[in-house]
């Protein structure tokens, strides 16, 4: 099985047309659907937890040259972002064995 995990950017919402925006701002409370969405009762907010985002900082870093091109390869825009994805990885990876090695 295999998880993603993901944070929106609250700086890059998602772009709507300018009929989906007159569509939304005309619509009231009661004519909004809400039957798919469960209720959140006194129990979902006595276990619920405020989570910050682990936001990234800037680094320099110094990379083999075919590291960069492999990741560089499948698009310019986003490959330190993938770079950090595989950085990630690797550190819950090692997180997880650590735990493993506690719990023994």
Excluded: C, H
Excluded at 32 to 53: Q, R
Excluded at 76 to 82: F, N
Excluded at 89 to 102: C, G, H, I, R, T
Aim: no cysteine.
């Amino acid at each position: 099985m295999t998880t993603v995990n993901y944070t929106p950017d609250p700086k890059k919402k998602p772009q709507l047309t300018e009929e989906q925006e007159a569509r939304l701002a005309a619509l009231s409370d009661e004519d909004i659907d809400y039957s798919d969405i469960p209720e959140l009762d006194d129990d979902f907010w006595k276990n619920a937890k405020i989570v910050t985002p682990d936001l990234t900082q800037p680094v320099t870093l110094r990379v083999k040259r075919s590291v960069l091109e492999y990741f560089q390869a499948s698009g310019k825009k986003g490959y330190q972002s993938r770079m950090n994805a595989v950085l990630e990885s690797y550190v819950q990876a090692q997180k997880n064995l650590e735990q493993k090695k506690q719990n023994r």
